[in-house]
């Protein structure tokens, strides 16, 4: 008799960078009774990763003055990447910008085991992923005055083609905080007649802007976020923001769990966890603009884009924009 | 006292045993037609547990001023986003007070 007994979870879709992968130590260590052609063989992978932000921008305050020009822009980068990319620039004040990632990997051996129905029955594979990424920032009691000046936030020409996970944060305003998390759990090829698996991926951002109250005031101001010819035919995962705005909050978070299994063992059991979410507060702040301007726009970007992209553009102020997916899979490989 | 104690247990006993008798049939004679699985078909069987995909943000905008006359702007996308495959949140935003939020959960099991 065999059992199979797959669980998939996908819990919570609540917004450092860490790696582990699973060694362990399987490949033929003699147990019970072993044979020299058919080797009974025990494999216990376990690979956990954890990665975590805090900050807390307090009391500070800014000013820019007539025909002053705050921008931040990036072009003809990051194509054809590979792996794992944070990137954050900054033009603005009184601002926080945070990125995790934790990838947990376990790859089985290519270990020979007993079959179904051999006399050899010891042979057992257990393997345990687990990731967690959170940022938690605070933006309390700033304040920025903008008069006659612009501030833009660009992104030209990047991540074209590229593979993995992609993390960016631009900001040229105020007062504003911007926070991604990715966490990656997977699995793979573990085998014996006994097989248990888990894997499981937590991604969670938290952040506050308030306090005694941040203050934007803005006149004559031109604010603009814009992304072009970017992340066209990306696989992955991307968490990508843009914000010249005042008093806000961006969030995003992206947690994917997986096991694959073979369909071939005695008892299997595998479980898989995603949760991802986001807590956010704004309240308390004050922003004035007059005779200015505030734009966000994209255009050409995402095209042919396959995976999970979440992205958040903004101009305006007091606002709190998150995101947050959780993917659970187990396939048969 | 010893003896009187035992004869409680015997009395208890007789009382257990008369209630067995009393029930119209047992396990087995309730799945007397029933052919067991084979080995075969239990194999196929799968069990499944978990709890249904959720997503959540939690988010609080509250108390925030925005002097009069302030100015918003255009969001604009254009030729982008096309031809992707997988989870695509976008958010752009030139007002003032809002809230966005977007939350997804998905479970996949492929046998």
Partial sequence: MRALLLASVGVIALGGTAFASGGGHGGGHGHGNPSPHVPTTVEDYYAAALAVNLGSTENNSSATGHFQSNRVSMSGSFGNLRGVANANQNAGANSQQQNAVAVAYVEGCDCVIAPPGSPHQGSTGEANANAVAVNAGGVIGNTSSNMGSSASASMDGSFNSSTGIAQANQNAGANSLQQNATAVAMVDNVRGRQQDRDAWAIAGNAGIVTGSGNLSADHGHQSAASMSNSFNGFTGSANVNQNVGANSLQQNATALSAITYCNCAAEDLSTTIAAAGNVGAVWGNAATASWGSAQAGMSNSFNGLTGVAQVSQNAGANSLMQNAVAVGAIYNR | ?111
Avoid: C, H, W
Wanted: charge should be neutral.
């Fill in chain 2, 1 to 111: 006292m010893k003896y009187g104690l035992l004869a409680l247990a015997f009395g208890a006993l007789a009382l257990v045993r008369a209630a067995d008798a009393s029930e119209p049939q047992g396990i087995g004679e309730a799945f007397a037609g029933v052919a067991p699985m084979d080995a075969a078909e239990l194999a196929r069987a799968s069990g499944r547990a978990g709890l249904g995909p959720e997503g959540a943000n939690v988010a609080l905008l509250r108390d925030n001023q925005v002097g009069a006359n302030s100015v918003t702007g255009n969001n604009t996308i254009t030729g982008s986003l096309n031809g992707t495959a997988g989870v695509t949140t976008v958010f752009q935003n030139t007002g003032n007070n809002s809230v966005f939020q977007a939350a997804t959960a998905i479970n996949i099991t492929l046998r």
